[in-house]
């Protein structure tokens, strides 16, 4: 395609949601099953058309904004003969580790792979705007005299401002960091030409690659650690089953002598025939008819550390938690095959399955064993799924006994009870490593999921807030600017 120099490159990645296997993740021997939302994070990236008067000559400046947060913008000077970044000037004074650090690493990568075109550039405008779901919008909903409703959240613009800064606002568990990693990571490269940048275009599975690889590398260095990296996957491929990667893929870039990773090391961590990335990404999405639901929970407790400690109790008491670990797999890998088996009954006979599924969707599913359902292989497979999901969440709460943690605390236990009565519902846990923060639930059609965010609305016991997203399969895209004018006119906005 022809690119025109000033076209505006916009990609977006998708949040996630650990339907099931928070800390199991972990380890290369287990496997998370991660569901990608259709809430997203967006990056644009423009060539700027002059060079800006203050900029130093034979480096690149680049100018960051993001629009929704007070004092969030971030100017940077890349030497391309060096291959570093160094942030000129930002809005009061703060950084932005993770814009910092893809930036860097994605700038070495293309800097590399076509060696004097970054010299060549005036500058960059990189514009970063995320979809409401990831932050809370308590705040935004109250100062428009608005309840904590799934209909006054549909009521806001959309990427609507967040009314603080980004150091102050609460996030709602979608995982903005990786998606906003993934998505800038993929706009970066697409501009700059080191994967396609055709808008909607199929990136073939190495460049999709790529931008996993340098996303995966700039998100374990901006946070200084090597996690699962099962949200910066999510964000890349969307839903799937995930089986992590070695650590030792990028342990050269991350004991890097300098504070970053040399060059060479992030060409061979981004390459995607480098042996040492045994991932695994099996596709998968939810079975027809079945509709993710999501909430964020303001309980006044947080539990800071609930990994470290989960994986210290594990370290303690290895038998115990080999066990543990294997009950946990087992109830984990039942939804998944529960999940393939509901769509093969779908693929084999459409009605039936329909039917099974409108009849669940009536009742509370207590009632779907009893000798009033009908023989529909469906209506027995969503049975056995609401019991795997009881099973997944007893070894959620065996763990959080064993290891002293809340991972379903007791507040979270009757809400998800509650949740799990109201007709149509098949699934309803805490997601990801769980604790006070997060719930989320399936269920049958739109109008059980309605009167499950009737329930939220109406729950005392905790401020429970509704989340717009739906479950979406597709993972990090290049999109059509014009279909994004709020990405477009950041890119233009004054600092
Ligand atoms: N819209 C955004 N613009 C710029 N940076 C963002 C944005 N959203 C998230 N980030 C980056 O991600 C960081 C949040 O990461 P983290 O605390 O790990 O939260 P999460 O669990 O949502 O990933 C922020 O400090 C910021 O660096
Ligand atoms: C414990 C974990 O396995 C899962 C955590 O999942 P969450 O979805 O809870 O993640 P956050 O976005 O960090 O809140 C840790 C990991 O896999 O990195």
């Not at 291959?83 to 700038?107: I, K, M, P, Y």
């Not at 890097?256 to 981004?270: G, H, Q, S």
Request: proline share 6%; aromatic share 6%; glycine share 8%.
């Amino acid at each position: 395609m022809s690119h025109s120099p000033h076209a505006v490159t916009l990609a977006s990645a998708p949040g996630k949601v650990l339907v099931a296997g928070g800390y199991l993740v972990l380890d290369r021997d287990y496997s998370g099953l991660v569901v990608g939302t259709d809430a997203c994070l967006y990056a644009a990236v423009q060539t700027l058309e002059q060079q800006p008067a203050a900029s130093a000559s034979g480096q690149l400046p680049i100018l960051v904004r993001s629009p929704q947060f007070d004092a969030a913008w971030w100017r940077y000077a890349f030497d391309p003969t060096t291959s570093t970044l160094r942030q000129a000037d930002s809005a009061d004074g703060t950084s932005n580790a993770f814009v910092h650090v893809v930036l860097e690493t994605a700038l070495a990568l293309a800097n590399a792979r076509q060696p004097g075109r970054l010299c060549s550039l005036p500058g960059l405008s990189v514009a970063l705007l995320a979809d409401n779901d990831f932050y809370s919008q308590r705040r935004t909903l109250a100062e428009r005299g608005l309840a904590l409703t799934a209909e006054a959240l549909g009521s806001l613009p959309r990427m609507c401002p967040v009314g603080g800064t980004l150091a102050a606002v609460h996030k709602t568990g979608l995982g903005s960091s990786a998606a906003m990693v993934t998505s800038l990571v993929a706009a970066l490269l697409a501009h700059l030409g080191v994967v396609g940048s055709v808008v909607d275009g199929r990136w073939s599975p190495e460049e999709r690659a790529v931008v996993h690889n340098v996303a995966q590398l700039a998100h374990c260095l901006a946070q200084g650690k090597v996690g699962s990296g099962f949200d910066v996957s999510a964000a890349v491929y969307g839903s799937h089953v995930y089986t992590r990667f070695s650590p030792a893929v990028l342990a050269p870039a991350m004991t890097a002598a300098a504070d970053r990773p040399a060059v060479e090391d992030i060409c061979r961590v981004a390459d995607p025939a480098n042996p040492l990335w045994d991932g695994r990404v099996e596709p998968v999405e939810m079975p027809p008819g079945l509709v993710l639901r999501l909430a964020d929970v303001d309980a006044g407790s947080s539990t800071p550390g609930m990994v470290r400690r989960v994986l210290a109790w594990q370290k303690q008491h290895p038998r115990e938690a080999t066990e543990l670990w294997a009950s946990l797999d087992a109830a984990n890998k039942r939804v998944r095959t529960l999940w393939d088996a509901l769509h093969r009954a779908a693929d084999q006979d459409r009605a039936a399955y329909d039917t099974a599924v409108a009849w669940c969707a009536q009742r509370p599913n207590a009632e779907w064993p009893g000798d009033q359902a009908p023989a529909l292989p469906a209506v027995r497979l969503l049975a056995d799924l609401v019991d795997a999901t009881q099973a997944v969440r007893r070894w959620m709460r065996s763990l959080g006994a064993s290891a002293g943690v809340p991972l379903e605390p007791e507040e979270q236990t009757r809400l998800l009870d509650a949740c799990m009565r109201v007709p149509g519902v098949c699934m309803a846990a805490v997601p990801g490593a769980g604790g006070y923060d997060a719930i989320y639930c399936v269920t049958l059609g739109d109008t059980s999921g309605r009167l499950v965010q009737d329930l939220w609305a109406a729950w005392d016991e905790m401020s429970v807030g509704p989340l717009l997203a739906n479950q979406a399969s597709g993972g990090v895209r290049l999109l059509d600017p014009r279909m994004f004018p709020e990405a477009t006119s950041a890119l233009s906005l004054g600092q």
